[in-house]
């Protein structure tokens, strides 16, 4: 098993920055491809970014492309996400979520290809 836990959500001024983590515990060695999804108030559920296990190979949703950054720490088994210029429709419960298995680019956008999921950490944006 691999457990996610998900921090540094918070209220921020559009305009702003924050970073969240992505922490994994458990069999961490077991896991490949990470994900970032957000989901608003009445809305589904959505990609926001995935990274692969090297590092390697990253990919984004496009209405975040270019403002957020995904990156891994290897050695402390943990996930990150540089979100910067945030906008009033950036705020969501963002999570994160773990696969056993390499996801291609498209395939990373699908919640159901994930085996583990955190519990979320809340990015509010004030305009």
């Known amino acids: 098993q691999v457990q996610l836990a998900e921090s540094g959500g918070g209220l921020v001024q559009a305009g702003g920055s924050l970073r969240l983590s992505c922490a994994a515990s458990g069999r961490t060695f077991s896991y490949n491809t990470v994900g970032w999804f957000r989901q608003a108030p009445g809305k589904e559920r959505e990609f926001v970014a995935g990274?692969?296990?090297?590092?390697?190979?990253?990919n984004y949703a496009d209405s975040v492309k270019g403002r957020f950054t995904i990156s891994r720490d290897g050695a402390a088994n943990t996930v990150y996400l540089q979100m910067n210029s945030l906008k009033p429709e950036d705020a969501a419960l963002y999570y994160c979520?773990?696969?056993?298995?390499?996801?291609?680019?498209?395939?990373?956008?699908?919640?159901?290809?994930?085996?583990?999921w955190g519990q979320g950490t809340q990015v509010t944006v004030s305009s």
């Open positions: 990274i692969t296990g090297s590092g390697g190979n990253t």
């Open positions: 979520a773990a696969t056993l298995i390499y996801l291609s680019s498209s395939s990373r956008y699908r919640p159901e290809n994930y085996n583990y």
